[in-house]
């Protein structure tokens, strides 16, 4: 088989690459090794490389599902049928979740390496990733002035304080922080703007 040829999908690849996604959620790709992860997944560093070619192959994989799983949120909120204040809203809502936890943990973790590495599996996982979230964001803010590279630039800071906050008043504070962020940039129709 050659180097970058896939074996056939199969229910087990899916599963395994299911079991990778959370395992790095967990750890973090910083000291990614297949020894362990195979370890924790059950399975063995020799049937990953079968089936996901190299390491940098299941790291590209892995990367492609958690962006994936981020573009399904901001497309589903897109398709929300209230204001794009409410929208934004349930969007954040979504993305702060105790179960995305992980999923969050792991775009910024591959978005960050991707400044660094023109060439790995990650090489391009920042640019995609705006390429991504900025058509749906345009038609939630169709009728408003407000640019879609500014919530999203807020968006993704305040997520990443978010991830970074300890406590309860932290959290609170970063809360705070999106809803001042609406109430200024999309004030109520009976607000002096």
Known sequence: MAADAKPPTSARRAELL????AYVAEHGLAELSLRPLAQAIGSSPRVLLYLFGAKEGLIREILDVGRAEQLALVERADGHRGTARQTLDLLWTWLIAPERRGALRLFFDGYVRSFDSPEGPWSDFAGKSLNDWLPPLRRVLADHPVPPTLVLAVLRGLLLDHLAATT?????????AWTSFLDHSFPPPDTPG
């Open 168 to 176: 309860r008043d932290h959290h609170e504070r970063v809360q705070s």
């Open 18 to 21: 299911a079991a990778s996604v």
